[in-house]
């Protein structure tokens, strides 16, 4: 007689193992839709995957799921309340994606999802714009739903907030929260739309970086001139305005505006020494990059630049003749993007003042410059002593096996920040990506591992959760 072992496993285990191949096709499906937020050529395709997240929502369980309508692109918003005496969480994502250019470093179209493996993704990929930024981690929390509701383990109640214009800088999703602070109440926001540190090292953000992003316009004369007749007696402003962002970082890489460090929170030596507990291999680094050799700000490492710093990055710079062979011509104007990635305690109103302010004193009077602000975002940082960063962590702990790392994100949410200020509630970044994703470059991809592993920690914070916020 032969005895039969049985494995135990978790109704919620055997529940995604029998539907592992319809959530995975699923989402093959919502990012064949190019839902770029940017692009008002889109605005079609933007409501159909808002109408698609609303449908997969009630499909999953929802008591309701409606599309609300902004000044921009609309929010999806879903709820399921299980009883009004239980906790609430709200998850927030973005259905909106980056602009996909340049199409041709794609290796496949970036809206007809394929899967491949990787060295970093053995059991594979799936490589189409979104993927992991931010459709295929927002979709991991519509199939957690369903998980719960199918297997009858909702803890508490759950409410979905699904903006598309997250790439865009969020613009009319402040004035949406104020306006529906009511149907807001809640406990927490759970999001997934940040990195790990790697698959076999979890790790959850406890800060994003806030942002200034500004636009400059040198105009030098009234048109653009022969090179050769006027070229040497009037001024190029081309050759200004590479001057003027050249002089905004001097050699340690400080930049150089007046009053930019003025409110910049300093962390002490521990919380300094804790950080660099981070796991992190430079020589990875510099290979996943194709670079010899990092650079950055003096005195601070590779992860503190990126973490606790801020900067300023030049994110494109036009002028002059670009087209086929060679035009002799003086430009009239040249023109930057230049974004500052602001940490905690500077204000990104502020900060564009002082970019500002500065631009137009040190330009030469050869020139004029015009300055104008794009979006902004305040930085935030997230409390590990809470009900919400412990469940997170004991979730992750549960699914992988090891405590996640704390770390600090580069990246910016700016309605996180919001959030906090009009519904007092903290943000835990539940991010299951890798920054080696691609995100916003050719070829982005989200690993099948990553995607399946979400989905499964889910359920898990939603029950720690309750459990923390209930037994109070
Ligand atoms: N999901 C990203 C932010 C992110 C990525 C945080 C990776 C941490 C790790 C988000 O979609 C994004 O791209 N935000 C923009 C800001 C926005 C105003 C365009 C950013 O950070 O540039
Ligand atoms: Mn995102
Ligand atoms: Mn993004």
């Not at 759950?158 to 529906?180: A, Q, Y």
Request: charged share 25%; aromatic share 8%.
């Amino acid at each position: 007689m032969a005895f039969i072992f049985i494995m135990e496993k978790s109704t919620i285990t055997t529940y995604l193992d029998q539907n592992k191949e319809r959530m995975l096709n699923e989402l093959m499906e919502l990012l064949k839709i190019p839902s770029i937020s940017a692009d008002s050529k889109y605005k079609g395709d933007m409501l159909k995957t808002a109408e698609a997240v609303r449908q997969r929502l009630i499909e999953a369980g929802a008591d309701k799921a409606e599309i609300c309508p902004t000044k921009g692109h609309p929010v999806v918003y879903a709820e399921k309340i299980i009883d009004a005496t239980k906790p609430t969480v709200i998850v927030y994502g973005h259905y909106d994606v980056q602009p996909a250019d340049p199409i041709n470093l794609w290796d496949s179209p970036p809206f007809e999802p394929v899967i491949k493996k990787t060295e970093t993704h053995p059991l594979g990929a799936i490589f189409a714009r979104g993927a992991c930024d931010d459709k295929g981690q927002m979709y991991m929390h519509v199939k957690a739903f369903e998980t719960m509701m199918k297997t009858k383990t909702l803890p508490c109640n759950v409410k979905f907030m699904i903006e598309g214009e997250e790439e865009v800088g969020s613009p009319n999703l402040g004035p949406w929260i104020i306006e529906n602070k009511a149907r807001l109440k809640g406990d927490v926001i759970l999001i997934s739309d940040t990195s790990m540190i790697a698959n076999d090292i979890p790790s959850i953000d406890t800060g994003l970086r806030g942002l200034a992003y500004m636009e400059v316009e040198v105009t030098g004369a009234s048109r653009d001139l022969h090179s050769g007749v006027y070229g040497g007696a009037v001024a190029n402003p081309i050759h200004i305005l590479c001057k003027l962002i050249a002089d905004c970082h001097d050699e340690n890489k400080h930049i150089t505006i007046p009053g930019f460090y003025d409110d910049v929170m300093e962390l002490s030596k521990e919380e300094r020494s804790e950080m660099a507990k981070a796991p992190f291999d430079l020589k990875d680094y510099q290979k996943d990059l194709g670079i010899e050799e990092v650079l950055g700000e003096k005195g601070y490492s590779t992860i503190e630049r990126t973490g606790i710093r801020p900067t300023l990055e030049v994110n494109g710079i036009w002028g002059g003749y670009i087209g086929e062979g060679a035009k002799t011509v003086l430009p009239s104007k040249a023109n930057a993007k230049i974004s500052m990635r602001l940490v905690p305690h500077q204000s990104s109103e502020k900060i564009s003042k002082l970019f500002q302010n500065h631009f137009e004193r040190v330009a030469p009077s050869s020139v004029k410059v015009k300055v104008t602000a794009h979006h902004g975002g305040e930085p935030v940082v997230v409390p590990i002593e809470s009900n919400g960063y412990r469940s997170a962590s004991r979730a992750m702990e549960d699914s992988f096996g090891k405590k996640p790392v704390p770390t600090r994100s580069g990246g910016s949410i700016p309605i996180v920040a919001l959030f906090k200020k009009e519904l007092g509630l903290d943000s835990i970044l539940f991010g299951f990506g890798l920054d080696s994703d691609a995100l916003h470059s050719p070829n982005e991809h989200y690993g099948l591992f990553n995607y399946y592993k979400g989905i499964e920690t889910i359920p898990l914070f939603y029950k720690y959760f309750t459990e923390l916020t209930t037994n109070k």
